[in-house]
């Protein structure tokens, strides 16, 4: 059987992570990578992993999409959302082939539109990772805890793509990988989580999960988000059931405090994903008539203080 | 006539001023000082003030309300609202006789309260100051802009205590006070400034006011919450009527961009007023069943963001 083709670009910790684990499952992967071009084409990636420390050497690297040489079979892109940067031009050189599907790793809600516009000929798989992945440096990638992952067809429905690539993860160590045809449920699933714990860790002057599960005032206001979350989900044709929050609730209490990944971003002056998280749902509520107005409130706040440190 | 004798309790930079100004007009003015008495008690106040700097030598100065050795005709409490300091110790030595007007210049919503519940033979003036005054050094206190004062009977209604009073004032100069039946009416009115610029000028990130009145998100945010204010205001009996939200806008974005109080404390590592302008009205709302979920939603960010830095 011919070797499955695989093209990461912009591969940071998730990115190496995933399509790591498929090279070692015998697949052809190749990078795009962009500040540690020199330490990845020298040494490929280190990773150490909960699951097993392994050496990724990616068959080739590249500084840009447009240099790979080859048909792929699945091009993987993990970078994060950010609305004014538009990854069609950096993604189409790879594109050649309607046949070449395109897998995205990305948080958040509204993130495949734009490529399902610009690529209407090529199959997305939408994909949520669950993962704690940390590039330490270059080249260099640690991953703790979970490493989950959960992908489908844009629009839902069956793949033979997507089942082909749940074949070849679970082949695979390390990743815990499963094909579903309503993706769409989990990704409003995953931002009933990130939604309020996210700006609300920032916005509330850098607060831990476990002072927002403390059933108090935080708490209430990120079960109050949630259900603002489950209002325009509802209206997108998606049920998340009341209980999910109970659940969400119980479940962010039962682990040790942490930071969230927005507050570690902003923390480490990064840019938070602002407009994946939370921009994206005001308008997509705004669009069904739907009041949302505390997400709104903290969207409002959110954009502002990251455009002031930004600023600075 | 005899002189009007007057006692202010914690004299910072707005009570010096105002009641510097009615020493100037010829009453005995008495002060209590903390941090501040070895300056005042050797030198008096310095005022530079716009309308013309000046010296107040207090008749007499104090270290707690309860040296006072005579009955004033008017206590003055200038000082900032925080639910967990009581006053009423601290004033009680001074407000021995009924006779005794208790002069309150607070800032927000339901600071009148525990204090007329602890002194119900009082008259209770609740004064809200519209000045620029900062206490530069021990002792020297600077006035820019406006220093206009609005008081009137707690509970609304005529006083011949407060007309007194504002005689006084209309004899001094550099202070234009008036009293008014419905100082409630006022109160709220400033609250619909107050609570949504406040706020948001420091969950934003440190915003000026013009960021605010930008037409943008911001903007429609701080309108948002002034709806919300008109609607407390409502249930409590005072009408703000809704042309105020466009003169708020207007008159804010008129003005040359400045930070709000709540910023400039907030900056300085100084507690922020936050029941007196958050808490507070958040509890009415709740009390009259009214939803006011930007307002709530401030107020609880706004309360973990105070906690984190006073607890750094």
């Not at 734009?114 to 704690?132: K, Q, V, W």
């Not at 992908?151 to 990743?175: E, I, K, M, T, W």
């Not at 994946?276 to 502002?304: F, Q, W």
């Amino acid at each position: 059987m011919e070797k499955v083709k695989i093209l990461t670009v912009g591969a940071g910790a998730v990115g190496a992570y995933f399509t790591g684990r498929l090279a070692q499952a015998g697949a052809e992967v190749s990078v795009v990578v962009r500040s540690d071009y020199d330490a990845v084409k020298a040494n490929g990636f280190e990773i150490r992993s909960e699951a097993g420390d392994f050496r990724f050497t990616p068959h080739g690297v590249y500084r840009s999409a447009g240099e790979y040489p080859d048909t792929a079979d699945y091009v993987f892109l993990t970078s994060k959302f950010f609305p004014e940067i538009d990854e069609a031009p950096l993604l189409r050189g790879a594109l050649k082939s309607p046949s070449t599907v395109l897998v995205l790793i990305q948080n958040g809600i509204g993130i495949e539109d734009r490529l399902a516009e610009a690529f209407p000929e090529h199959e997305i798989l939408s994909s949520i990772a669950y993962i704690g992945a940390t590039r330490i440096q270059p080249g260099v990638v640690r991953q703790k805890g979970a490493s989950d992952l959960k992908f489908g067809r844009f629009g839902g429905g069956d793949s033979a793509a997507g089942r082909r690539l749940a074949s070849l993860f679970a082949s695979a160590s390390g990743v815990n990988a499963e094909f579903v045809e309503n993706i769409a449920w989990f990704r409003w699933s995953k931002l009933l989580w990130n939604l309020p714990y996210n700006p609300v860790s920032v916005l509330g002057g850098g607060l831990e999960t476990s002072a927002m599960t403390d059933c108090g005032p935080l708490e209430a206001l990120t079960r109050a988000l949630m259900e603002e979350v489950r209002a325009v989900a509802a209206a997108e044709g998606v049920d998340l059931p009341d209980a999910l929050v109970d659940k969400n609730v119980e479940f962010t209490r039962a682990f040790p405090p942490y930071k969230t990944s927005m507050l570690v971003d902003f923390e480490a002056g990064r840019r938070m994903e602002v407009e994946a998280i939370l921009g994206n749902v005001c308008r997509i509520a705004r669009k069904h008539g739907i009041d949302v107005p505390r997400m709104e409130t903290c969207y409002t706040l959110l954009s502002a203080l990251a455009h002031r440190k930004s600023s600075h």
